[in-house]
Each structure stands twice: as structure tokens, then as C-alpha cells.
């Protein structure tokens, strides 16, 4: 399993609690390859009856039919648990750490790496090939083109306190999630002074703070918003529904978003968990997020472009000071 880089074991301050589409496109997992790098996996698995425990932050229309095609070739049961659009990624990563000595968890399936990496310092995760990023998407601004152009459309995040989109912009909760990452670091990139003032000033806005990404783009392209912060997928699940909708390009601002696997740390672990997370990294399975627009692309960043580039352990360390600071500002 190949890994990100990892930095030093500490221990984190505490942080607070918080069906989809059919599985029929899933047909091409069957690839006989695919079934031939499972058996190989496999082999020293000898109980068909196997069963792994999966933590799954990505979406459950697009890891659900994923998870099954793995259970098929392998003959491994998967007990799969969601977390909730409103309190995505942070409700599991929550959960894993109050399960720290007595973990239920055998794999976590995330959908960005902030917290991923939270879990990592805190020993969540096996010592050694603990964790792995995978692909990528982003963070967008949408535009709904029926009230305004993408050329009219404020590029820059900082542009969104003026007066003019007073009402007018849609974001999820900034305490979770994507929209959570995004903000902690933009607070890096524009110090932190600049960085507050900002969020003061869109709050002071009135934006429309919505439960999830999804729900950004479903309320922009119904006309109740005009921009909307969310990610590439939902902007393009949107499209696919016929929204009228577009996207503003990447720039300086863009988070770009990686999927991750890892494994749970547990007195024994289980052999399948390993095999999971290959078959989540091979290039098949990465292929069916991408044609589904779960992911923009298998690299693991966009080559030539400018987009953030965080200092994760810096971000680390601020984590409960920034999340305070974004409950002071958006929860009054």
C-alpha cells in the first residue's frame, strides 16, 4: 500500500462530536484482471465468511456498488457505516477516535485528508503503510449561468463579501467536511488576519448555509442563490440532472481534494483490510469514480495549475483554534 508521507506521532486535542443511485454501472468492476489481482490478494485468506468493517466518508452512491464489487470477487463481507451530509468526514473521524482502544473500524475510506491526517497523528491508523491518497477533486465556485455569466461570476473567494452577492452565495457548514478544509486553509494561505476579517465579512453577508455540498448546488441552481461554494462532483451531478449550472476554473484559492484509505490499528488486524485498500487504489476502481465524476482525475494533483498547497502539520496544530474561530463566526 503506498502512502503519503507521514509526520511525527502526537497526540491531538479533542475535537467536537458531531440510498443512492442503482449499483448497475458497477458491471465493469468484473474486469477479469481485476478478479485475477483479487484472487492473487486473497489467497491467504482462507474464511469466504471474512467480514471487514468500513468507515466510508465518500458518498454512499459511489462507494456502495465499489464496495460490492470487492465483495463479489472476494467473497469478503463488508459492513459498510455513512456519516451524514451535514457533518460530513468529521462524524466518523470523531467516532474513530472515541473507538481509539477498542476499534470497531477495520477500514476508513475518506473523501479528503485533513482529517485523515488528523487520525494518522493521533495513531488511529497501523504504524507502518497506514494510509494512502488517491485522485482527486476540487473545490469550486458554481455559478448558476440563468442569473449570471461566468464572466460576471467573482473568481476570487475574496471577492464574495461584497455587497452585490449580499444573499446572494450558498455554502455547507463551515465547520465539516470539504468546506471545513477548505476554510482552515485559506486561513494558511491568507494569514490569518486577512483570513478573519473574511469570514466576518461573508457571514455579515447573510450567505445561505446549507447542510451539505449537494444541497449549495441543488439551492443555486433553483435560483435562491446565484454562487455557491461546494465540489467538483456535485457541481457535475448537477449537470448531469440538467441544472444550469457551471463551474469557475481552478486557481490560487482551489483546494484539490484527494480520496484516502487507511487501516485501523487493531490487536489483530484483518488480512482482507489490506486488499481493500489495493483494489481502492487500482486503477479500474479509479476509473469508475472518475466516469461517475467522483473524481476529476487519477493523479493526485492537476499538473500546471496553482492551487493551494497546504502545510498539514501547521494546519494541524491550529485545528481547534480554527474551528473555534469558524463556530464564533457562522454559529451566532
Known amino acids: 500500500m503506498t502512502t503519503e508521507h507521514h509526520h511525527p506521532r502526537k497526540t491531538l486535542p479533542r475535537d467536537e462530536f458531531g440510498r443512492g443511485e442503482s449499483c448497475q454501472w458497477i458491471v465493469v468492476a468484473a474486469v477479469p484482471v481485476i478478479v485475477l489481482l483479487l484472487a492473487i490478494a486473497l489467497k491467504t485468506i482462507g474464511d469466504p465468511t471474512n467480514r471487514l468493517v468500513v468507515y466510508c466518508a465518500q458518498d454512499m452512491t459511489y462507494a456502495e456498488p465499489i464496495l460490492a464489487a470487492f465483495e463479489q470477487a472476494s467473497g469478503v463481507k463488508i459492513a459498510a457505516v455513512y456519516d451524514s ?91 465539516f467536511g470539504t468546506t471545513a478544509t477548505h476554510f482552515h486553509a485559506l486561513r494558511q494561505y491568507w494569514g490569518p488576519e486577512l483570513w478573519e476579517a473574511w469570514c466576518k465579512a461573508l457571514a455579515n453577508n447573510k450567505p445561505l448555509i446549507m447542510e451539505g455540498n449537494s444541497s449549495v448546488v441543488k439551492v443555486v441552481a433553483a435560483g435562491a442563490a446565484c ?10 451531478v448537477g449537470q448531469r ?44 476502481t479509479i476509473e469508475m469514480l472518475i466516469k461517475r465524476n467522483a473524481l476529476e482525475s487519477a493523479q493526485r494533483s492537476p499538473t500546471g495549475l496553482n492551487t493551494l498547497q497546504p502545510d498539514w502539520d501547521a494546519l494541524l496544530r491550529d485545528l481547534d483554534a480554527t474551528g473555534k474561530q469558524l463556530s464564533d463566526v457562522f454559529l451566532r
Open 227 to 236: 454562487i455557491g461554494l461546494t465540489d467538483s462532483d456535485d457541481i457535475a
Open 85 to 175: 451530509e451535514a457533518v460530513k468526514t468529521v462524524g466518523l473521524a470523531n467516532r474513530l477516535l472515541a473507538e481509539r482502544k477498542n476499534p470497531q473500524c477495520d477500514v476508513f475510506w475518506g473523501n479528503e485528508e485533513l482529517r485523515t491526517r488528523q487520525l494518522d497523528a493521533a495513531g488511529i491508523f497501523l504504524e507502518t503503510n497506514a494510509w494512502a491518497a488517491f485522485g482527486y477533486r476540487s473545490r469550486r465556485i458554481v455559478v448558476n449561468t440563468n442569473k449570471l455569466s461566468l464572466q460576471d461570476a467573482p473568481r476570487s473567494l475574496l471577492d464574495l463579501t461584497n455587497s452585490i452577492w449580499r444573499d446572494k452565495v450558498a455554502l455547507a457548514y463551515p465547520q
Open 241 to 284: 440532472e440538467g441544472f444550469t449550472i457551471a463551474a469557475q476554473p481552478m486557481n490560487s484559492e482551489t483546494l484539490v481534494i484527494p480520496n484516502t484509505v487507511a487501516l485501523i490499528r487493531k490487536p489483530k488486524p484483518n488480512e482482507a483490510a489490506a486488499a481493500l485498500a489495493r483494489y481502492l487504489q487500482q486503477p479500474g
